[in-house]
Every structure is written in structure tokens, then in C-alpha cells.
T-cell receptor, first 115, second 116 residues
């Protein structure tokens, strides 16, 4: 069973640029969630994708967007980067069916630094 | 709104002693509660969850958690701490305020240090 993988591991961008982060979900999982973890804080929910559609969103502006592909992998795109976007971005996958509350399995994260 | 509090930023315990990491929650309806551990430069690893049933939940690596509805608490415990348990621990609750999805609300984390 393959776990959740994310790429790249680290990334340095300049304010105003755009970035794409990638995630491959765990085998058999159909749902992907993205979280932002600022230094010294708990993860904050960005959004979730289920069957290639956004299925819930946290308090993040529209410049945070995403995609899910037919193989359940996912991308997180952030436009017009700001210094406060510097954080560890975590992808989590789960196998969600109606009525279930499954645990989420996290990838190692992508460390984004905006200068 | 769903929320989770972890009242201790840091917990120190001697190796071999029992450990407790505290978590309290505020939810509408039945709580779905989780514990995760994060090692340096790593993602979060699932330890255990409470959905329904027995108030004492057993999880990975010898950890267990006690659900207490009257005190709205879900404390993480281990009978005998190991130095390798030193990490950042997060309590989380499933957010049911949204109409869809299975997203979690995480607490701020508690850093556990197990001293040899």
C-alpha cells in the first residue's frame, strides 16, 4: 500500500508569484484535503476534493484553488503569493463514503517560503 | 463552531512514567475526535479516533485516549513513556458545521518531551 506523497519537498518563491503543489493520495482513497500549517500552529483546513469537485472550503481567499484528477491525485495552486503564505502545506487523503468518518492520512508536506 | 483546545503548550515527562496530553473540545452534536502525532519535518501520523462506543480508545504505539462527555475532554495517555515519543501532538475534531466534507479542526498542538 502506497502512502500519501507530495512534491516538491521545499520551495522558495517571491511575493506576487504563483505556485503549484502536488499530492498523490493513498491507494484506494477517493478524497483529498489540503491544510496550511504555519510555524508553531496546528493545521488549518484549506479545502477538500471528492470525485474531482471541491467539497468544502475553509477561510482562505479565492487565490487558493485546487484540482483533483481521475486518479484522485490533487494540486493546490496559490496565486499572488504573500509573505504570510509561507508555511508547511499538508495533503491528506481518506476513503470517504456517506455516513463514514474516516481518519485522514497525511503526506510529509511541502515547505513553502515566500520572500 | 467546532473547536479544540490543548491547554498545555509543553509537557515534560521522565522515560518510563505515564504521560497525559490534554484536549478539550466544543462541538454541536456528537463529537468525532482524533489524535495525531507530528515528528520534525514530517507530516501528521494518525494515532487513534473516537466515533462512538467505549470511552477508552486504544491506538497505535501503545497510546490510548479517554473520552469524557461530561467534561468535554479527550485526553491522550500512555502508561510508560519512551524517549521516542517526543514529538508534537495534535487533537482534532471533525468539522460538521459545513454541509459537506470530512475536514478536521485541529488544536494548536502540545509538544511532548520525554526525558531519559
Amino acid at each position: 500500500e502506497t502512502g500519501v506523497t507530495q512534491s516538491p519537498t521545499h520551495l522558495i518563491k517571491t511575493r506576487g508569484q504563483q505556485v503549484t503543489l502536488r499530492c498523490s493520495s493513498q491507494s484506494g482513497h477517493n478524497t483529498v484535503s489540503w491544510y496550511q500549517q504555519a510555524l508553531g500552529q496546528g493545521p488549518q483546513f484549506i479545502f477538500q476534493y471528492y470525485r474531482e469537485e471541491e467539497n468544502g472550503r475553509g477561510n482562505f481567499p479565492p487565490r487558493f484553488s485546487g484540482l483533483q484528477f481521475p486518479n484522485y491525485s490533487s494540486e493546490l495552486n496559490v496565486n499572488a503569493l504573500e509573505l504570510d503564505d509561507s508555511a508547511l502545506y499538508l495533503c491528506a487523503s481518506s476513503s470517504w463514503w456517506a455516513g463514514e468518518t474516516p481518519e485522514q492520512y497525511f503526506g510529509p508536506g511541502t515547505r513553502l517560503t515566500v520572500t | 463552531a467546532q473547536s479544540v483546545a490543548q491547554p498545555e503548550d509543553q509537557v515534560n515527562v521522565a522515560e518510563g512514567n505515564p504521560l497525559t496530553v490534554k484536549c478539550t473540545y466544543s462541538v454541536s452534536g456528537n463529537p468525532y475526535l482524533f489524535w495525531y502525532v507530528q515528528y520534525p519535518n514530517r507530516g501528521l501520523q494518525f494515532l487513534l479516533k473516537y466515533i462512538t462506543g467505549d470511552n477508552l480508545v486504544k491506538g497505535s504505539y501503545g497510546f490510548e485516549a479517554e473520552f469524557n462527555k461530561s467534561q468535554t475532554s479527550f485526553h491522550l495517555k500512555k502508561p510508560s513513556a519512551l524517549v521516542s515519543d517526543s514529538a508534537l501532538y495534535f487533537c482534532a475534531v471533525r468539522d460538521i458545521t459545513r454541509n459537506y466534507g470530512q475536514n478536521f479542526v485541529f488544536g494548536p498542538g502540545t509538544r511532548l518531551s520525554v526525558l531519559p
